[in-house]
Structure formats: C-alpha cells, structure tokens
C-alpha cells in the first residue's frame, strides 16, 4: 500500500513558498552541465518548462509529435490568461485569486499549490510581455483585461482570441534560442510510448519516429511529462484532434498513480455537433459571455417554429425570451461558473427547449451589446443618437474588434453571420481537471518522474474557471518545476551519464514493438474511429454531465466488452516503420479504452456533484430504484448565496411528479 505524501512545507499559506524556496537544494550551474532532463510535450507547460530548464544550464531533450513545437494543442486557446495584477484597481489580490480558484474548483484543489499559482501569476506576465507576447493593451497604452466566469474582478490578460498561439509563440523563441545554442535536444515528430524506471527511478524514455518508424531510446536523468489532457477520450471534444492519454497513461501503467480521472471540465460555449460524422468540437471562447446573453424562447411554439425554419430568433420579441442564466443567478447572469452555465443550458435543452434541429443548443445573443457599444460611439463621435442604422454599424465595429476572429470562425463553420442573428452554442467537454497525481514538487509516485501543466491534476479541483490552466502551465514550466527538479537532482550530479545499454531499456522496447506489431498485424473488421467513436457515446452518454450508478456500471463493463473487440477485430492498414497515423491513433484509442474504465470507476465511487458532474439519485415511492431516463433528474448544485437553488427547484418539480429525490448542493 503506498503512502501519498504531498510534501507540503509547513507555515503559514502565504509563506510556504518562498520559505521553501529558500530551503531546497540546489544545483551549482557546473554541474547542471552534467545533468539531463527529457521533457516530453511542447505545450505551454513543456515548452516554457524546457526553454527554463535550458536557460539554467540543464541538457535538455525535448519530445514533441507534431512537426514543429509550436503546434502544440496549447496553441488553440483564446480567452486569455488569469494574473493578480489589479491593474484594473478593481478589488483583485493574490489571495482573491487564489479564493477564486479553490471556490471555482469546488473546494477540491490543493491550497498550497494554487496559493503559490495566485503568487507567481504576476511573474508570467512581466515574462511574456518581456518576450514580446502582444497582450491586448487600453488606450493609454497599459495593458488590458477582461472579465472570465465565476469571477467578479477583471483579470483575464489576453491577445484578441488567440491568446494560447502568442503565449506559445514566447516560450516558442524562448525554446529556440536554447535549441540554437545546443542546450536542447528537440526532437519534433517523435511519440512517448514509455517511461522507463531503473532501480525505481524514471531514467529514460522510449520513443516512435512517427516519420521512420523506428523505435529510440532516450535516457536522463529526470523526465518531465508536459503531455496535456485527455479529453479526446470522449472522442467529441474541444481539445486539438492529436491531443491523448499515452504519455500519462503509460507512466500510469509503470507506477505513477492517477488522481481525479473523472473531473472534466465541460465547456458551455462550443458549436453544437452538427451530426454524426463530425470529428471535432469547436470552441466559442468564454471571453463572448462577457458580452453575449444567452436565452432560450419562452414558449415552446416559437420553439417549434424555429426548428421548422418557420421563424427567426430575431423575430421574437423581449417579453418571449427566457434570458435563464440573469434570471436565475442575478449577480453572475451570464458570467456564472462554466459548469453553472453548462449545466442550465442543458437543463433547459432536457426540458425542450433548445432552438436547433437536434433540440441541443441555446442562443447567445450579441444584438444588446452592439446597441449597448453603437449608442456609446454615436455620442462619443456626435452624430444622430437616433440614427439605429448608424448605432448597428458602430455597435458591430467594437464588437468585431474585440471578437473579429471569432466571429469569423463561427460564421465559416456555421454560414450564418452571428452579427445579425444570435450564435448557437452547447456544452461540449473541453478540459481535464484529473491527471498524473503530483506532489509539491510537481513529482509523480515514481521519483525521478514529474508531470506538469493539464497533464497533471494539481491546482484545478473539479471544475476551472476561465484562464486558468495558461497560467497553470506557464507557472509549472517558468516558475515552479525549474526551483523544485534541482530539489531532486542534486542528488545526482556524481551519477554520470545514463545508459541506455540495460535490461530496462531493453525490455521497456520490446514491449512497445510487440504492442505495434500486434496492432498492424490484426487485420480485423474495424477501424480504429469506429472504436474510438463508441468508446465516446458510451462516455459522453454515461460519464458526462449527469452520471448515476447504473449508467456507470453499465459504462464499465460495456467499455472492456469494447477493448477486448478491440484487441480482437481492430484493422490497422500501412506499416510499421512509415509515418503511419492509423496506427498512431490506434496506440492512442488503446490507452483511452483502459483510462476509459477508470474514468468511470473513479465516478462511480464519487456519490457526489461538484464542478461539472451531477450525481443523478432517485428512487420511485414504491422503492423501486430502476432506470427511467424519463424521471431522471438532476437534484444537486452549487448554490448561490441567497440565490434561488435550482436543485431544490428540481425537488420540487419531481416531488410534484411522486417521485422521491435526495438534494445535496454545494455553497
Ligand atoms: C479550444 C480551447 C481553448 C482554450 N482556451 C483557453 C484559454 O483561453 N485560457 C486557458 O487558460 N486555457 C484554455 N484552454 C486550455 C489550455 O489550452 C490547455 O489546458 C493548455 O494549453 C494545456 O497545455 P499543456 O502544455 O499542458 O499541453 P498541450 O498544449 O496539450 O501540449 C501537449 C504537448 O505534449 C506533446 N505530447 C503529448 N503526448 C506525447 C507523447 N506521447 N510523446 C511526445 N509528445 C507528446 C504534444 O506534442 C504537445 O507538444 C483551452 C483549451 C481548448 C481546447
């Protein structure tokens, strides 16, 4: 039985980490000469992890699957980044930071760790402007912030909707500079498929050529997983299509305990799916809640009329729209928490009201802003405040300059022009809150190991808030792992090179070359997607947004029955030693076919709601506790202070309906 010992240091929160720091070992810069970290991940957490870890003098080996660094998935996000600046004067303070936070992560992340995330977000920004990252600035000139969910100051840095692709083009230069100077070893177009462990310690990788084929090994003195998350596993999501489970899966499998598998975020604003052959989910950044609203109709015959094609949201007048989130959560309206907002959006679709053709998707509603902004330019530049005209086009010109690209995006993928009529939107899974378990050091169970950035589980509890996983991975890469890896190897600056000539090495490569040889030589019936695709209905359908013993079971053995098929019937054309992205994938499918169950044990022991996840309960007065979607309901929520809780809206209805519920909410 092991003993997990998260190694916080005693003292005051406030205090931990700077005493700490003063505390730890370290390693002179001679001997980090002599010593060799593998970062495997080029995200916002590898990327800024080993441009850092090379600038100290470490020999870093850096491992990426895409073509080049800076593809990294992390590239994809656009809200922006939280810091505790309060350059907004606006009430913002370390310690506000760090409340939000934990609140936002339903009171289940490690305070230490997100209390020291609250104290060096401050230190990214002042990195990344001084790496020339172009942050979104006001009109005299300092830098600007917008309002995320759940929050109620503004601290959310950004750079238009691309703020990932210009935080990763920093620690991108920041990288290169060390890769031209020799400091790291990259190797682009190279996939982790296992740790290897001697005499207990993580001393080496073993990696696949995706261009040759050929399997390496890779050895140092430390590995850093900077792998990102596993959302893919639900097939459907927000995440970048290459985006998987192997690196953290596969350390797993060689000791690195999991934490929180089940804790996914699942995000309110994406494009609902459009039918069944769609591979991916698009994002709507929340950064749009800011000045979207969204409603639903209030009468069902102007929802039938909309999806007959018979009406337009535009038709319907104010008094028949039912703006659910302001009125139901006055103070946050439409910025409430993502789960929050996620979950009503859901709750009005069950109860059918939602506005498109599969009955999955509510409205979010640009049309008060850009009078709202059109009104505020007409006075500001003098013209005719009657002129609505005039008041339109001013309107859409800001809102097109705070979220053009946006815009544009919705409209190439949707071919409606959301400036003139209302976006649709719908939860879709977005990020993983569960990961590789760390302790303070940001190390696995296995020493040697480290996991960083949404690869691990540390600072986000069960939901997260906007912005707030940029700024974890750029503080484990800058500012934390750097201080806590020396901790460790300063134990090994006499060691010496690693070889990678050992029993270790040997086997951990076999194994990999028999798993890919038994996978191009199965021949089955079905293709990788088709597994993967299953494998996603049953998550999507039975560990999503509300989950219920039954369904969890269910989930359970349907996904082995599935994984042994898998194993069976799997088709997997092309070779071994080509580029071969069939065979990637289905490396990839097979690891999420294991995290799959997991996941779904881990939920199935959680008789609990919190972030996303509502624990369905129920039981009919006869006593009879069986299946019936119909009367399934959710029955527990995050209550707002004073605030109207839906869950015991919910116990009201169903009892009104004879059916017995339990509430549980969460303040
Ligand atoms: C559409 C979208 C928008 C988002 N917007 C925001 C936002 O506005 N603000 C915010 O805070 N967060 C946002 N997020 C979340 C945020 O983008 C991610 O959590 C974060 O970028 C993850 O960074 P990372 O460095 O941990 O991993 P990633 O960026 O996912 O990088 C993973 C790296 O690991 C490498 N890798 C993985 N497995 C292997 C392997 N086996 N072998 C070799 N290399 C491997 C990959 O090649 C890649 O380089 C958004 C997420 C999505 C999906």
Redesign the pocket.
Known sequence: MATLNSGVPQGDLKDKWTQYKDSINLVNPANKRNIDVIV????????SASATLAELGYNVKT????DS?R????????????AAKNYQGDGDSTYRLFYDTIKGGDYRSREANVYRLAEVSTNIIDQCVAQGVPFARDYGGLLDNRSFGGVLVSRTF?AKGQ??QQL?LGAYSAMNRQIARGKIEMHNR????DVVIVDGKARGII?RNLITGKIERHSAHAVVV????Y?NVYFL????M???A??AW?IHKKGAFFANPCYTQI?PTCIPRSGEYQSKL??M???LRNDGRIWVPKRMEDVKALREGTLKAIEISEENRDYYLERRYPAFGNLVPRDVASRAAKERCDAGYGVNKTGEAVYLDFSSAITRYGKEQVLLQGEDANDHKLIKKMGQEIVKSKYGNLFQMYEKIVDENPYENPMMIYPAV??TMGGVWVDYNLMTTVPGLYA????NFSDHGSNRL????????LAD?YFVLPYTIGDYLSDDIRTGAISTDTPEFKEAEENVKQTLKKLVENKGKHSVDYYHKKLGNIMWDKCGMSRNEPGLNEAISEIKELRADFWENVTVPGGLNELNKELEKAVRVADFLELGELFAKDALTRNESCGGHFREEYATKEGEAKRDDKKFNFVSAWEYKGEPSEAKLHKEKLEFENIEVKVRSYK
Do not use: D, W
């Open positions: 495997v991940g080029t995200g916002l957490a590898g990327g491992f990426c699957y895409q660094p593809r990294a998935h992390s590239i994809a996000a656009q809200g922006g980044i939280n950004y703020t990932g990763l190279h996939e982790m498929l990696a900077a792998s990102g998350g959302g999501s927000t995440n970048a290459g985006s998987n192997t690196a596969k995000h698009t994002l950044s929340e950064s977005h990020y960083i950035g949404e690869a906007g912005a707030s996983a940029l700024m974890q991975g890469g």
